[in-house]
């Protein structure tokens, strides 16, 4: 058995196999009649063999990536989904995770690696990553998470008109939101966060259906998750839009997203010196 690039694609029993270099990178490509596209960057050259062959009967196409591929390249790979093992990216992963989900907001993350940290897990899904999996897993579980990260995301497939709440005009061609010029740089998970909360016309959404949008499956007790984003949330919008508040807490249930004109503070005046 050779290295990591064996993938090979197969339609209607012929076998499929073209090898392309570009930029260095090498990758053998299936064919797909649904059009769903994969990228697995992995050394188990068993996982891969039989993920590639569930791929295949899935009607997905992929690609192999070699072991040193920067973000950009990922960046411009034109997949639905990207199936990482963290353990090949070293010690700066989290920030190779971090540049690929903000570059690529619309694609689908899934980690699958050995060895983790509870902290680097939650990092890395704060970040954007879609699900993580842990080694030994089994490539049709590992199959079906890449499928319902791609569901989740074309089931949030948008109209690309921006809108504008009080001072924030929402982007959706650009994954961002805006005060005037100013970029409030939010990142992959906030503007999903604002997404939501647009979608929902001044409904006030409960704690556990954001959980559940935004990472796809039910919210664990006493996760803080939610409050951290929406938190992060309000203080971008309230640094780009000071004189109005945004987002309104509904204690016990959850959030809402309202425009208003913030009450100004009153100002306390000191004393005159004598």
């Known amino acids: 058995m050779e290295d990591h690039r064996i993938a090979q694609g197969r339609t209607g029993g012929a076998l499929l196999e073209s090898e392309e ?40 196409s992929y690609e192999v990536l070699p072991r040193k591929v920067s973000h950009k390249t990922i960046s411009e790979l034109e997949i639905d989904a990207l199936v990482v093992d963290v353990e090949l990216l070293g010690a700066g992963r989290l920030k190779w995770i971090e ?29 954007g990553v879609d699900d993580w999996l842990a080694k030994p897993c089994h490539p049709e579980e590992l199959l079906a998470r890449m499928e319902s990260a791609v569901q989740r995301r074309r ?87 000071p004189e109005w508040a945004y987002i309104h807490t509904h204690f016990g249930i959850g959030y809402r997203l309202a425009p208003e004109r913030a009450v100004p503070s009153e100002k306390v005046l000191e004393p005159l010196a004598a």
Not at 26 to 34: E, K
Not at 110 to 120: G, L, Q
């Open 21 to 60: 270099v570009q930029g260095g990178l090498s990758a053998v490509v299936g064919v797909s009649p649904v059009g769903r596209r994969a990228a697995i960057l992995d050394s188990d050259s068993g996982l891969l063999l039989v993920l590639g062959n569930r791929l295949e009967r899935a009607g997905w």
């Open 99 to 127: 540049r690929v989900c903000r570059e690529r907001p619309e694609l689908s993350v899934i980690v699958c690696t050995s060895s983790s940290t509870v902290a680097e897990r939650v990092r890395a899904l704060r970040l």
């Open 155 to 241: 089931a949030r497939a948008r109209d690309l008109t921006p809108s504008l709440i009080g001072e924030v005009e929402i982007r959706p061609d650009r994954y961002q939101a805006f005060a005037g010029e100013l970029n409030l740089g939010l990142t992959r998970r906030e503007y999903q966060l604002i997404e939501l909360f647009n979608a929902a016309q001044g409904e006030v959404l409960p704690r556990e259906r954001i959980y559940e949008c935004l990472w796809g499956y039910e919210m664990v007790r006493n996760d803080r998750s939610v409050d951290v984003f929406v938190h992060k949330l309000r203080r971008k919008l309230e640094r780009g839009s």
